[in-house]
């Protein structure tokens, strides 16, 4: 659990640091829709990501350890969903078995649900990256 807490301040530092998507500015256009007597929706609406925006976040999480980078961020966007975020490797890898590891973290961002993904992604013998595992974190 201290590696998990260690890994997303590094994600907050990494987001701080200008990172593609601002917190303060990414409710500003939902805010300026709402008209009328309509209230504002909650900033805590939560929704899963779909299957679609795992496999957007995941196939950069796969160029991401391809490229070797650690403790950088990565942009993804799902077109389709509109959802979108950041992938950062984690720089601890661990073997399973004959596989090297390396556990990653994404953000996940789709109009004002927000939620943070962990992944595990492993190198199979053959040298190619793939994703074994990438679920949302549970609040709380």
């Known amino acids: 659990m ?17 990172c593609s998507l601002p917190l303060d500015t990414m409710f500003e256009k939902a805010d300026a829709e709402h008209t009328g ?30 490229r070797g980078g650690k403790d950088n961020s990565f942009p993804w966007e799902n077109p389709h969903t509109g959802a979108g975020g950041n992938v950062t490797p984690l720089a601890a890898a661990y073997s399973e078995g004959a596989l090297y590891c390396r556990d990653f ?25 793939e994703v074994k595992s990438l679920k949302q974190l549970s609040q709380g």
Do not use: F, I, M
């Open 37 to 66: 007597s309509a209230a504002p929706v909650s900033r805590s609406v939560k929704a899963a990501p779909t299957d679609s925006d795992l496999a957007y976040a995941g196939a950069v999480a796969v160029d991401a350890l391809s």
């Open 105 to 129: 973290l994404a953000s996940y961002v789709n109009g004002q649900s927000q939620a943070w993904l962990k992944g595990e992604a492993c190198r199979s013998e053959r040298g190619k990256w």
């Open 2 to 18: 201290h590696h998990l807490a260690a890994a997303l301040a590094v994600v907050a530092v990494t987001a701080a640091g200008g």
